[in-house]
């Protein structure tokens, strides 16, 4: 019996770790940037804007490999890309956004009392199986 209790104490803890993510399917702005040559702007700096505050700034990064650099336009309004590299190159591109729309929506992860719900139960059922399935002493069958 104490067994149980202390494992059921130590399921905060078996929790401390962990991360909770939702996934949601968004459409995403991508600015491709390319040298006049056709060759990627890539792993260069950039800032992005938003509408809402157009002198802070909403994302920074540098773009990808093939010269790219994606964000989500949550509001409506004009959002600015701002890019510069050492040697000069650069550009400040300034879009246009409507209101987004979900794509698509992956179901939440479980909640935290759920998940914590769900592993003592588990904990309690496995007990009880062996419990029941656990040969008896001294019985004759």
């Known amino acids: 019996m104490t067994r149980l209790l202390l494992l059921l104490a130590l399921t905060g803890v078996l929790f401390a770790h962990d991360l ?22 890539s792993y260069e700096p950039y800032t992005v804007y938003a509408p809402q505050s157009p002198t802070v700034p909403f994302q920074k990064g540098v773009t990808a490999q093939n010269g790219t650099v994606a964000f989500a336009a949550e509001t409506p309004g ?7 590299s050492a040697d000069g190159h650069g ?16 179901a939440a992860a479980m909640p935290y009392w759920q998940r914590l719900v769900t592993g003592v139960a588990l904990i ?7 419990v029941l399935f656990k040969p008896k002493k001294g019985k004759n069958l």
Do not use: C, N, Q, R
């Open 91 to 106: 550009a400040v591109i300034a879009y246009e956004a409507a209101a987004m729309k979900e794509a698509a929506a992956d």
């Open 78 to 84: 004009t959002w600015i890309v701002k890019t510069a």
């Open 124 to 130: 309690f059922g496995l007990f009880g199986l062996f």
């Open 20 to 41: 909770l993510h939702t996934v949601t399917a968004k459409t995403a702005v991508v600015v491709t940037l390319t040298y006049p040559d056709g060759s990627p702007y």
